[in-house]
């Protein structure tokens, strides 16, 4: 096919000129082809050329006048990347692999361009573009990926059950870029999902997650969890997940199927936030809905204490699938803590000192979790949901004004530990954490204002009931 119109000529242009002067083919591949072709923005730029990619990489360097070490070479696996601008350059040479049964990881030699295509993971992936002058801007697809891209399918270039049992990542990859791109898988190819998933064994968690976390940050990642259900992978990567699924019933009473209603959370939440971990809270809101299912005659079927389970289970979950268990977590953790708090007070007459604990407790993460709340609001009654969410924006019209006037949000009572322990003339002791905790139920309530002058007699008091003797005024103190 002639005529490939490939947008940001120029930077293509000095790469065939490099490739020229150094009397070897050279052609984009991969991912920027297909993206270009399908419209979707991409800076990552992948080279094949039919010789060194490193010797093509620096020659490049020369034409763009870069300095030498702008090259970053790779040697072990002969590959160079540079960066031009904005773009990031990655070059190779053509290459043909071959595996074996217990490793992901090929043996590689060279090869010629169809060795490199036919290694490709999806037809999609498989096209590229020459860009050496005589023969610019040739498309060379030997799998039909163009007619795919049109029919919106991911197909293998080669037999899937040996393209995926090669590399069984490819088996994620497949159904990250069905979620990413909107596409179907053919049935042959994911036939070979279900036959070859229990290859994912030799895949590295962290190469998995990855992979789910590029489904869950598409535009409706629902569909990829479909996906992952339907073939068998998602009770091999997540067990966790796969326990929300079903419903149980007692006395004509059944429950929501959680596992649907979970999705439908992360997918309402998707609408309003790309943050990774926001949508992670979503996924994880109602995790140990399991284990706290019981069922109670006249009442139904309950759930109690799942949000504070769910938050024990945060870190389990994050430290099997190796996410990070740094202050990411920590909110995911708090977010699953806290989701159900805005829902009760929409639900019930909202008291000053309830807004004022939630203000204290969410802190910096109130925003997430009044997105996730709106999100959790799901039924098949649309009046119903139009109901809680105009609920909804009452709780949030009061929790501003009660921000606006006691400020409250991360906020710390003024009289601290310090300040306890010199009034009191002591060092530390569980007198000093008993009167803390006193203050600042005090605040919360309303009863006090925080600050010290409104805090003292209580601070004295308190103070005496536990046999302390003040050794210092208010006014003395404000002097110091």
Known sequence: MQGLAIIEEGIFKKIGQAADRLNIDAYVVGGYVRDHILGRPCKDIDIVCIGSGIELAEQVAREFELPDHAVSIFKNFGTAMLKVDDWDLEFVGARKESYQRDSRKPLVMEGTLEDDQNRRDFTI?????????????????????????????????????????????????????????????????????????????????????????????????????????????????????????????????????????TLQVLDNISVNTDDLFWRWAAILHDIAKPQTKRFVQGKGWTFHGHEEMGARQVPIIFKRLKLPLNEKMKLVQKLVRLHLRPIALSKEEITDSALRRLLFEAGDELEALMTLCRADITSKNGDKVKRYLRNFDTVEEKLKEVEASDSLRNFQPVITGEIIMHVFDLGPGKEIGQIKVIIREAILEGQIRNDLASGWDLLIHEGMRLGLKPSISLEEFLKL
């Open 125 to 261: 992936n498989a096209l590229a573009v020459q860009l050496n002058a005589a023969s610019w801007g040739n498309l060379l697809d030997p799998f039909g990926g163009l007619a795919d891209i049109e029919a919106k399918c991911i197909r293998t270039p080669l037999a899937p059950g040996i393209t995926f049992s090669d590399d069984p990542l490819r088996m994620m990859r497949a159904i990250r870029f069905a979620s990413q791109l909107g596409f179907d898988i053919l049935p042959e190819t994911f036939d070979a999902l279900q036959k070859e998933k229990d290859r994912l064994s030799i895949i590295s968690m962290e190469r998995i997650s990855d992979e789910l976390n590029k489904i869950i940050l598409c535009k409706k990642p629902s569909y990829g969890f479909l996906l992952l259900d339907a073939c068998g992978i998602l009770p091999i990567i997540f067990p966790e997940f796969m326990k929300l699924k079903g419903v149980d019933t007692e006395d004509g009473k059944g429950h929501k199927d959680n596992f649907y209603h």
